[in-house]
């Protein structure tokens, strides 16, 4: 019933079509601005080798699935309050309809409703993903004239496994939200506070608390430090360092960022690793995902109880 | 002065794909109660609509009190009074403000004292600084029909005023009709279901069939004319299954 | 007039009883107050982090935060301005405009001697003095903070400079509640009353951006603005684009205003931007019908 409804929802399609508007703009940008750097790489190289030159720095390389930076960070924000409005809403409409009381006069378990809405959504989640990340990666193929390897379709799977967990957990969480709440009022506020800590307040202080990101390119580049010389620098700063992490991973949002920028090798360290290396790497972050996900659903199924749902229902 | 409060002529509206008041012609003297009676989906929210210059008409006329609603919509505005099915009002604020933010609206400048005087008349004293949101049904529709007539105006429309109140409270709303007509000779135009209470109250009926009038007459006259009917319910159904 | 004054005072009563609102101007005024802390403790630590590597003759540079000015300090608030400020003023927006539609009061309303300029415009200037209350709140509040930060009272040019700051901060976020306004009217669900300027929001925070500049969301999330990728065609994407990043244009306009070293622009042109934006919101929610105001809502 909850597929059939969503089916039908004109919202749920102009959510779906403009999020895909936005991931495969960003691919595009993407692919257009390597274009620029690689023929800006190769004037410059020729330029040096007219001049009887070599250019010692590297010619940047298209790696394609690194194309898909700026529609994750898509999925980590707009994702991510659409997973909660949608949450809200399936729980919503039933109070607001007066449909709750029809429901559970009828003989099914204390856990039907919520599992179904919950399945429901999961699949949407799961095909809204697969589409998402189809096509930007469709984008990337034509864009950036790329080609895929079978191990970045496993890589591509395994990013579509996180983000469709990480939209899980906001959904799973705004559905409890919105089912404990007597007020669905309430239940929005406490939704919207929490996405815009978590998504975007919390990460912006760790970023902001990054000090190589206190300068315009970055403040080891200014200072002229290599990045040994960095590494080692910073270790003096572990309290500071560890701090600004223990904030950073206290939102899921961080952890579906290393996770999905690890597989995709946005992050260099795990650039064109092995599945295997990636998966030990970042396997705190999966774990937690995971966690999360699990943690979420279970309190989730726990307040879409009669109960909880009746005592609350306007 | 006009002898009819509401003249519609021709009266009609659609949309796109249905036609939802066909032609429809309508007089209700000064002073009279009518009740506007129909199935569901007749069309009576959309005549009260109409009347109340809220919806613009796809053809036809209409006149309040000889003004006509097109040509002077804001004139008729300050004349007539409505209260709409299931209002809600606004919860987090008292009964005074709300009645505060409507007279204001309506062009009455320091409306307390007249806010006063008509929370008196309808006996509503006390809740004067009690939030909406705590009301039951029948203290909400009191402070519905206080918005309505703060403005003394001289056509009030009501639509389904006794759709969710219990008895007592049908009793004394039908009470409040009864002496806003008698005391201060408003005429009053009321959609309404409930056939028992149309015989308590109103003067003349009009019986609105999938958009256009079936029937119009004083209560009086339309007993006469039904007389193998026992009841205006059964003149009523009987209206409504003729061809 | 008169009529519109009506609408004005029953906006402000509103808003200051409406919870949804309120909880984000809390989280509003929090992150701002916090945001001059962290600021200060992050060139704190860049600036023991230049020492060492100083010590340690690695580099020769000077110190890039050597003589910060005090207004540093608020450059995080330009970014919660953005964030949580234009969120905020859109959820006013909604929120004035499904208010009569759930309590069934438009009909109330609309029957009622006065004109849908005066009703729409009344909502807009009452929530625009709303958002002016909430931005000079929060503005003492900063003030007071960098001025702890800084342990003196600030020259007085840079205070003055804060309070344009803030006062930029108005027409932007009014523009976002004109948005909201709009959404809320047009809308027949509640639910995608809020989506749809959200997503405009989105749009012209992160979309438009990257087309002119290829920068990526999140990095559109520092006040450290991100060089924009020079040649190709984002020369002339930008200088299209530029102006309807909204957003960003605020952020360099206030980085002008807060006197930052790292931002260049077009002070002018900035302003120009963010003026246009809200009087083509306003004049698209003048628009609206009264078929629309009326329109039946759903969940």
């Known amino acids: 019933m909850e597929l059939l409804d969503v089916r039908r929802s004109r919202l749920m399609a102009a959510l779906l079509g403009f999020f895909l508007l936005a991931a495969i703009i960003s691919v595009v940008v993407a692919s257009i601005d390597f274009g620029v750097k690689a023929d800006a790489y190769k004037a410059y190289t020729d330029a040096l080798a007219a001049s009887g030159s070599k250019n010692p720095i590297a010619a940047p390389q298209l790696f394609p699935l690194q194309l898909m930076r700026a529609a994750i960070e898509y999925l980590e924000i707009l994702g991510a309050l659409f997973a909660i409005i949608l949450g809200y809403a399936a729980i919503a409409k039933e109070k607001q309809r007066g449909t709750l009381s029809l429901l559970f006069t009828r003989p099914i378990g204390p856990f039907t409703l919520g599992m179904g809405k919950l399945g429901a959504l999961a699949i949407v989640w799961l095909a809204f993903v697969a589409v998402v990340v189809s096509a930007t990666m469709l984008t990337a193929i034509i864009a950036g004239h790329a080609q895929l390897t079978s191990e970045d379709i496993g890589r591509l799977l395994l990013t579509i496994l996180g983000a469709w967990l990480y939209l899980l957990v906001w959904t799973a969480v705004s559905m409890a939200i919105a089912s404990w709440s007597r007020q669905l009022t309430t239940a929005l506020i406490i939704s919207i506070v929490l996405w815009l800590l978590v998504v975007l307040v919390i990460p912006q202080i760790g970023d902001t608390m990054d000090p190589d990101n206190q300068v315009p390119g970055g403040l080891f580049k200014s200072l002229q430090i290599a990045k040994p010389d960095e590494v080692a620098v910073l270790a003096n700063f572990s309290g500071y360092n560890s701090a600004r992490d223990a904030l950073e991973i206290s939102s899921v949002t961080k952890h579906f960022e290393r996770y999905a920028f690890a597989f995709l090798g946005i992050k260099d360290q795990y650039n064109q690793q092995p599945i295997g290396v990636v998966w030990a790497g970042v396997f705190i972050n999966t774990l937690a995902l995971w966690l999360f996900a699990v943690g979420t659903i279970g309190i989730s199924l726990l307040t879409s109880k009669p109960k909880t749902l009746l005592r609350t229902s306007k | ?243 | 007039m008169s009529k519109m004054s009506t609408f004005v005072r029953q906006e402000l009563l509103a808003l200051s009883r409406e919870r949804l609102p309120l909880s984000l101007f809390i989280v509003f005024v929090s992150m701002i107050s916090v945001s001059s802390l962290i600021g200060w403790l992050t060139k704190t630590t860049v600036s023991d982090v230049w020492i060492r590597t100083r010590e340690a003759g690695l580099t020769s540079a000077a110190n890039p935060f050597a003589n910060v000015s005090p207004l540093y300090y608020a450059r995080n608030s330009i970014i919660y301005i953005i964030l949580i400020g234009t969120l905020m003023a859109i959820v006013a927006g909604v929120a004035s405009a499904l208010r009569d539609r759930k309590a069934g009061t438009v009909d109330l309303i609309l029957s009622r001697p006065t004109s849908r300029a005066e009703y729409i415009f009344g909502k807009l200037v009452g929530i625009s003095i709303w958002l002016a209350l909430s931005l000079t709140i929060v503005g003492i509040i900063g003030a007071t903070v960098i001025t702890a930060i800084y342990g003196a009272p600030l020259p007085f040019p840079d205070y003055l400079r804060l309070a344009a700051f803030f006062l930029l901060a108005l027409p932007l976020l009014v523009g976002f509640a004109a948005v909201g306004l709009l959404g809320g009217l047009l809308s027949r669900r509640e639910t995608g009353a809020l989506l749809a300027p959200i997503s405009f929001w989105a749009f012209v925070t992160f979309v438009i951006p990257q087309i002119g500049t290829a920068a990526r969301p999140i990095a559109l999330l520092n006040p450290v603005p991100v060089p924009p990728t020079p040649g190709g065609p984002f020369d002339a994407l930008n200088l299209f684009m530029g102006p309807m990043a909204v957003s960003e244009q605020f952020k360099a306009a206030s980085g002008l205003i807060l006197q930052d070293p790292d931002i260049a622009g077009n002070l002018s042109l900035a302003l120009l931007s963010i003026f246009a934006f809200v009087l083509v919101a306003a004049l698209l929610v003048s628009t609206v019908k009264r078929t629309s105001i009326r329109g039946v809502l759903s969940e």
């Open chain 2, 1 to 243: 002065m006009n002898e009819f409060a509401i003249v519609a002529n021709g009266l009609s509206k659609s949309y796109k794909d249905f036609v939802a008041l066909d032609s429809l012609n309508l007089k209700v003297r000064r002073g009279e109660i009518f009740g506007l009676l129909g199935h569901n989906g007749a069309g009576k929210t959309t005549t009260v609509n109409l009347l109340t210059t809220l919806l613009a008409p796809t053809a036809g006329t209409v006149e309040i009190e000889g003004v006509d609603t097109a040509a002077s919509a804001n004139e008729v505005r300050k004349m007539i009074g409505y209260l709409p099915e299931n209002v809600q009002l606004y919860n987090n604020m008292t009964t005074l403000e709300n009645l505060r933010f409507f007279a204001s609206l309506s062009g009455l400048k320091k409306p307390d004292a007249r806010i006063r005087e008509v929370l008196d008349y309808l006996e509503f004293r006390n809740n004067d600084n009690k939030r909406i949101g705590t009301f039951s049904k029948g203290m909400r529709q009191r402070v519905g029909i206080a918005q309505a007539i703060l403005h003394k105006p001289s056509v009030l429309f009501l639509d389904e005023p006794t759709s969710g109140l219990d008895p007592e409270g049908v009793r004394q709303l039908r009470d409040v009709i009864i002496r806003l007509n008698a005391d201060l000779g408003v005429t009053i135009f009321m959609n309404t279901h409930l056939l028992s209470e149309v015989t308590k109250t109103c003067s003349s009926i009009g019986i609105l069939k999938s958009g256009k009038m079936a029937y119009q007459n004083s209560v009086d006259s339309t007993i006469a004319e039904f007389p193998d009917q026992d009841s205006l319910e059964e003149i009523y159904l009987s209206i409504e299954k003729a061809e």
